[in-house]
C-alpha cells in the first residue's frame, strides 16, 4: 500500500487511491515551468531523461507568466487540449 500525504494539512490526511499504471509511456507529456529559480534546469533534465527512457513521447514545454500568481486560464486550457500528462517544475 502506498501512503500519499497532501501537504496543505496532515494532521487528517485524506486517503487516495492511486491510478493503476500500465508500464509504458505514450502521448504528449507538458512540461510547466512555474518561473521559479532554476525550475528550467530540472525540466532541461527531465526533458532528456523522457527523450532517451521514452522516445516514442512528445514534449511540448509551457512557461508561467509569475510564480506568484495562478496559471492563466488561457495557458491551463492550451495544456489541457495539447497534453496527456503535465509535469509542473517547483524547484528552487
Keep these: 500500500m502506498t501512503t500519499i500525504l497532501d501537504p496543505t ?14 508500464g509504458s509511456l505514450s502521448g504528449v507529456i507538458g512540461l510547466l515551468d512555474i518561473s ?16 532517451q527512457k521514452a522516445p516514442d513521447v512528445t514534449v511540448k514545454r509551457y ?9 492563466p486560464d488561457a495557458l491551463r486550457q492550451q495544456i489541457r487540449n495539447e497534453c496527456s500528462f503535465v509535469i509542473e517544475a517547483l524547484a528552487d
Aim: charged share 35%; proline share 13%.
Design 9 to 22: 494539512d496532515e494532521r487528517k490526511p485524506v486517503e487516495r487511491q492511486i491510478t493503476p499504471r500500465s
Design 36 to 51: 521559479k529559480p532554476r525550475g528550467n534546469v530540472f525540466l532541461d533534465e527531465l526533458e532528456q531523461l523522457l527523450a
Design 63 to 71: 512557461m508561467k507568466p509569475t510564480f506568484a500568481k495562478p496559471c
